[in-house]
């Protein structure tokens, strides 16, 4: 494909506004949907959610310009993913310096289904298009001017193909913020992330904001997205804070009718409205199912999940969610495994996330955090997925044990971190169980008989 020229050129947004096909579905993706549409559009949300809540585990995908600077600015490192805002810099500066080190390889997003395949997850969710607005899909907003067209790709594209090859799930992360687009307000909450340099450039260039015509390109994107490459499960959206949310800053309301015309069975998160993923002290009762489908805790672990309430925690394996070459803080394979027991007996799921570099290729580190998850879900799969949280198991002292029931009653229980088979002793509404275990394998699982 050839490189796209770098002067702006925006589209009518009054073409936009009208909702107008753009560009054709690659008929190769069109027609690949697990469910037929017909059969989608008549689902009850419980139906629509079923997949999600047996899958349990997926992969997110960070992958973007900033893949490339690999948490380094001109020599100084910072951030990752936000290290434009960190660097200070406008999006003709930032791209200057990004987009000469995006070299994705032939064949590398199809390394990801691979891994994501041999790891046990079930679904994925990359990222479309981060904060810094670079869209790893082709647009016909701003003729892709800001996209990985620039390169001659449609990540997205062969993400969609690979991925569904290997039976998985398909999501996608959509930023609602996007700091290259010169109608987006960020104004509307001043304490929102937004790179001094771009509202630099803004203010001297005399060019307003239009939060009205920014909602028009949001939506033109989300409908590009929702058209063009068959049945998309998931949509990822992030994020909203204080009054940059719901329908003031994005048309949420429109943004989900959209949504649900276009893929009648598709399932979203609830950040189109203000909500802090990272306030672990987050109590969340009653949730209104009309604000999203599940909830999106980031880095944490509620403790005691979110009862009546679908969610997800989302997690990195190293410190950093986009590449960065000073990210060595990997976590072990068990810590994560247990990470991934702690929310399937709390009743949600781990999206644990893959940080590609410029070139594609993933983190051996991270690599191999994810192959023995997969290595372990081979032996103890059977206590995940398709699983629901179990209560009721104590240890000798009264703890809590976290536990999860099959669909065919079957009961399994999870070693405590650091507690020793030898002795060890279950509890069920204080009478005692039998239990055995279910392979010799690290974060053993025990299979629980329940007393009569």
Same mark, same amino acid.
């Given at each position: ?55 349990k ?8 310009? %900033? ?6 600015w001109?020599?100084v ?42 790891? +046990?997850c ?71 992330? %937004? ?5 630099t ?33 998931v ?10 949310? +719901? ?13 649900? =015309? ?12 203000? %909500? ?49 070459? %000073? ?14 027991? =702690? ?9 644990l ?26 032996v ?16 000798a ?56």
């Amino acid at each position: 494909m050839k490189k796209l020229p770098l002067l702006l050129s925006i589209l009518s947004f009054a073409c936009i506004a009208a909702g107008t096909k753009l560009f054709a579905a690659d008929e190769n993706l069109a027609g690949t949907a697990p469910e037929a549409a017909g059969t989608r559009s008549s689902m009850s949300r419980d139906e629509k959610m079923a997949w999600w809540r047996d899958a349990k585990f997926g992969m997110f995908i960070h992958y973007g310009l %900033y893949s490339g600077l690999a948490g380094e600015w001109r020599g100084v490192p910072m951030g990752s993913e936000w290290i434009q805002r960190y660097a200070k810099v406008d999006t003709e500066t930032y791209m200057s310096e990004a987009l000469p080190l995006f070299k994705p390889k032939k064949n590398c997003v199809q390394s990801w289904a691979a891994l994501a395949k041999k790891a +046990g997850c079930r679904y994925a969710v990359l990222t479309t298009k981060h904060h810094e607005g670079f869209a790893l899909f082709e647009t016909e907003q701003e003729d892709g001017y800001f996209s990985a067209a620039q390169v001659g790709r449609d990540l997205v594209k062969e993400y969609v193909t690979a991925f569904r090859k290997e039976g998985i799930r398909i999501g996608f992360y959509h930023s609602l913020l996007d700091w290259h687009q010169k109608n987006y307000d960020w104004t509307i909450n001043p304490d929102l992330a %937004y790179p001094e340099g771009q509202a630099t450039m803004l203010t001297q260039k005399f060019i307003p904001r239009n939060q009205e015509a920014y909602k028009r390109y949001l939506a033109a994107q989300v409908r590009e997205l929702l058209s063009n490459y068959g049945q998309v499960d998931v949509i990822w959206w992030d994020y909203s804070q204080d009054r940059a949310s +719901g329908d003031l800053a994005w048309g949420a309301s429109d943004l989900i009718k959209l949504c649900r =015309e276009l893929q009648p069975g598709i399932i979203m998160n609830n950040r189109l409205f203000s %909500y802090s993923g990272l306030d672990s002290s987050a109590v969340i009762e009653n949730f209104d199912t009309k604000y999203g489908d599940f909830v999106t805790p980031e880095r944490h672990i509620p403790a005691s999940g979110y009862p009546g309430t679908d969610w997800e925690s989302c997690m990195t394996v190293g410190d950093k969610w986009g590449y960065n070459r %000073y990210d060595k803080n990997i976590k072990s394979p068990e810590t994560v495994i247990y990470k991934l027991q =702690e929310c399937v007996a709390k009743g949600g799921n781990l999206l644990l996330n893959i940080n590609p570099r410029a070139d594609g290729s993933v983190p051996a580190a991270v690599e191999k955090v994810f192959v023995k998850i997969g290595e372990w879900l081979d032996v103890n799969g059977n206590a995940i997925y398709g699983t629901q949280a179990f209560f009721g198991l104590t240890d000798a002292a009264g703890t809590p044990v976290w536990a999860t029931r099959q669909k065919d009653g079957r009961v399994y229980a999870f070693l405590p971190e650091g507690a020793s088979l030898e002795n060890f002793a279950l509890n069920y509404n204080g009478v005692p169980a039998t239990f055995h275990l279910l392979a010799e394998t690290v974060c053993p699982v025990l299979v629980v008989e329940l007393p009569q």
